[in-house]
């Protein structure tokens, strides 16, 4: 049964930075391009970044409304997708959800499997 | 970037019936158009992939139709555990995007 547990979040002031992990379990981690999708309080989903596997170099695609804030990387030994932010905004606050992509080799796709997201909430 | 909109809002139908979805893309997506069921506090759930695949052990009385910028997904028969969120998202131009979310209640 495939498995991704999202952890790290919780309260942080503007301005700072918070990692996010994604602990997969259930299937080859290495074989598959993982994301994160964001849902900020009220509104709908919003993607965020995705990161392909090594097998395709492992490249990163962000959203514009991150890019530059925001690093996606990947642990293939522990299975594990993370997201760093920087310089926190209030409008960060959200719930961050890991994904599994499918693709078709270079091509990304939809999201096949979600964990149950993390909450970070920025405010002073 | 592609907007996504769907439509209603929200939708009340009584369990046992059919609920349609609708969704529209600004411009075409060809059939890169995908569905999902959100529950507050559970995992969004994949239910449509290619505009009309179902995904794994999504039940019959899902479907999902059309092509270019104008797709529905159809619930046959709703049961208790269907009344939920649903997203579209397309994922034929970069940014892929999802639409605003349709929430299905029971009436």
């Known amino acids: 049964e495939v498995q991704l547990v999202e952890s790290g979040g919780g309260l942080v002031q503007p301005g700072r930075s918070l990692r996010l992990s994604c602990t997969a379990s259930?299937?080859?981690?290495?074989?598959?391009?993982m994301s994160w999708v964001r849902q900020a309080p009220g509104k709908g989903l919003e993607w965020v970044g995705f990161i392909r596997s090594k097998a395709y170099g492992g490249t990163i695609e962000y959203a514009a409304s991150v890019k530059g804030r925001v690093t996606i990387s990947r642990d293939d030994s522990k299975s594990i997708a993370y997201l760093q932010m920087s310089s926190l905004k209030t409008e960060d606050t959200a719930l961050y959800y890991c994904s599994r992509v499918a693709s078709s080799g270079y091509l990304l796709a939809f999201f096949e499997y979600w964990g149950q997201g993390t909450l970070v909430t920025v405010s002073s | 970037e592609i907007v996504m909109t769907q439509s209603p809002a929200t939708l009340s139908v009584s369990p046992g019936e059919r609920a349609t979805l609708s969704c529209r893309a600004s411009q075409s997506v060809s059939s890169d158009l995908a569905w999902y069921q959100n529950k507050p506090g559970q995992a969004p759930r994949l239910l449509i992939y290619g505009a009309s695949t179902r995904a794994t052990d999504i039940p019959a009385r899902f479907r999902g139709n059309g092509s270019g910028t104008d797709f529905t997904l159809t619930i046959s028969s709703l049961q208790s555990e269907d009344f939920a969120l649903y997203y579209c998202q397309q994922y034929n131009n970069w940014p892929y995007t999802f639409g605003q979310g349709t929430k299905l209640e029971i009436k």
């Open positions: 259930g299937f080859t981690f290495r074989d598959y391009a």
